[in-house]
T-cell receptor, first 114, second 115 residues
Framework: NAGVTQTPKFRVLKTGQSMTLLCAQD?????MYWYRQDPGMGLRLIHY???????AKGEVPDGYNVSRLKKQNFLLGLESAAPSQTSVYFC?????????????FGPGTRLTVL | DAKTTQPTSMDCAEGRAANLPCNHS???????VYWYRQIHSQGPQYIIH???NNETNEMASLIITEDRKSSTLILPHATLRDTAVYYC????????????????FGQGTELSVKP
C-alpha cells in the first residue's frame, strides 16, 4: 500500500515551459487535492476533486489546470510556467465521510521556474 | 473554520512527554480538532483528531477541554524523529464539497526534541 505518490520529486523549468505533475493514490479515496507551499507559509489549496471526472478551483487556481480522468490519479498542469510558481507542491487524498476528513499527503514535488 | 492559536516553538527532552497546546476559543459545536505535523521538507502527516472526547492512537493522545475551547496534543515519549512543525486545525466535517475540503494550516508549533 503505497498511499499517495507524486511524480516527479524535483523539476527545473524555464519560464514559459509547460509540465504536468502526477499524483496517484491506492486507497480508493474519492477526494483529491493539490496544494502549494511557499517558504514560511502554510499550504494553499490550488484545485481539488470530489470524484472521477470532476474538478473545482481552490484559493489559488490561476495558472494551473487539473484533470481527474481516473479515480486514482489527479494531474496538475502548468501551461506556461512563471517564476511565481516556484514552490513545493503537495497532493493529498481523503475519503471524507461524516466525522472523518483525514487527508493523506504525498511527499511533494519541488519545482523551480527560472 | 474556527481560528487556532499555538505557541511558535517548544523544546522537549528526548524520552519525555511533549505537550503541545492549542487554543480554539471560537470553535463551534460541529467542528472537529485535527492535528497534523510536517517534518522538514516532507508532506504533512495526520496525527489524530477528535470532537469532544479524548482520543488516543499509536502516535499520540488528544485531550480536549470540557468547554472545547482548547486542546493538548501529547506525544508520550518524544524521540528525535518527532522534531517537526505541529499544526492544530479546526474544521467542520460533513459529506459533500463545502469549502472544498481545504485545510487551513496556520503557523503551527515548531517542536524541537533534544537529546
Amino acid at each position: 500500500n503505497a498511499g499517495v505518490t507524486q511524480t516527479p520529486k524535483f523539476r527545473v523549468l524555464k519560464t514559459g515551459q509547460s509540465m504536468t505533475l502526477l499524483c496517484a493514490q491506492d486507497m480508493n479515496h474519492e477526494y483529491m487535492y493539490w496544494y502549494r507551499q511557499d517558504p514560511g507559509m502554510g499550504l494553499r489549496l490550488i484545485h481539488y476533486s470530489v470524484g472521477e471526472g470532476t474538478t473545482a478551483k481552490g484559493e489559488v487556481p490561476d495558472g494551473y489546470n487539473v484533470s481527474r480522468l481516473k479515480k486514482q490519479n489527479f494531474l496538475l498542469g502548468l501551461e506556461s510556467a512563471a517564476p511565481s510558481q516556484t514552490s513545493v507542491y503537495f497532493c493529498a487524498s481523503s475519503l471524507r465521510v461524516v466525522g472523518d476528513d483525514t487527508q493523506y499527503f504525498g511527499p511533494g514535488t519541488r519545482l523551480t521556474v527560472l | 473554520d474556527a481560528k487556532t492559536t499555538q505557541p511558535t516553538s517548544m523544546d522537549c527532552a528526548e524520552g519525555r512527554a511533549a505537550n503541545l497546546p492549542c487554543n480554539h476559543s471560537t470553535i463551534s459545536g460541529n467542528e472537529y480538532v485535527y492535528w497534523y505535523r510536517q517534518i522538514h521538507s516532507q508532506g504533512p502527516q495526520y496525527i489524530i483528531h477528535g470532537l469532544k472526547n479524548n482520543e488516543t492512537n499509536e502516535m499520540a493522545s488528544l485531550i480536549i477541554t470540557e468547554d472545547r475551547k482548547s486542546s493538548t496534543l501529547i506525544l508520550p515519549h518524544a524521540t528525535l524523529r518527532d522534531t517537526a512543525v505541529y499544526y492544530c486545525i479546526v474544521r467542520v466535517v460533513t459529506r459533500g464539497n463545502s469549502q472544498g475540503g481545504k485545510l487551513i494550516f496556520g503557523q503551527g508549533t515548531e517542536l524541537s526534541v533534544k537529546p
